[in-house]
């Protein structure tokens, strides 16, 4: 029922910054739980955020915390994950997802089941 396409990604220094975006289209009334997760060839997909759509609480990652931001706006049907302080161990293809299941906030990826295509973000040192 919904389509995620997530952009933003791309090449940066150790250091820097970079936002990605997720928009979503199809039927969707903006009321779905959302996070981002990332992913490593020859690893698991991994939980990297999440947003409430109720409250607009966020949790992330102890491996991104205080470095990783995420939002949304309601009116563009957008979530954005803002990365700062980038390090080499954040390259990854980026997924952002709708959850479906459980309480706002799940790291499970079966919580989610709706997907963006992932984008890709290298952090060079």
């Known amino acids: 029922q919904v389509q995620l396409d997530a952009s933003g990604g791309g090449l940066v220094q150790a250091g820097g910054s970079l936002r990605l975006s997720c928009a979503a289209s199809?039927?969707?009334?903006?009321?779905?739980?959302m996070g981002w997760f990332r992913q490593v060839p020859g690893k698991e997909r991994e939980f990297v955020a999440a947003?409430?759509?109720?409250?607009?609480?966020?949790k992330s990652a102890d491996s991104v915390k205080g470095r990783f931001t995420m939002s949304r706006d309601n009116v563009k049907d957008t979530v954005y994950l803002q990365m700062n302080s980038l390090k080499p161990e954040d390259t990854a293809v980026y997924y952002c997802?709708?959850?479906?299941?459980?309480?706002?906030?799940?790291?499970?990826?079966?919580?989610?089941?709706?997907w963006g295509q992932g984008t890709q973000v290298t952090v060079s040192s």
């Open positions: 997802a709708a959850q479906v299941s459980g309480a706002w906030g799940a790291v499970e990826k079966t919580r989610y089941a709706y």
């Open positions: 199809g039927r969707t009334f903006s009321n779905y739980n």
């Open positions: 947003r409430s759509w109720k409250s607009g609480s966020t």
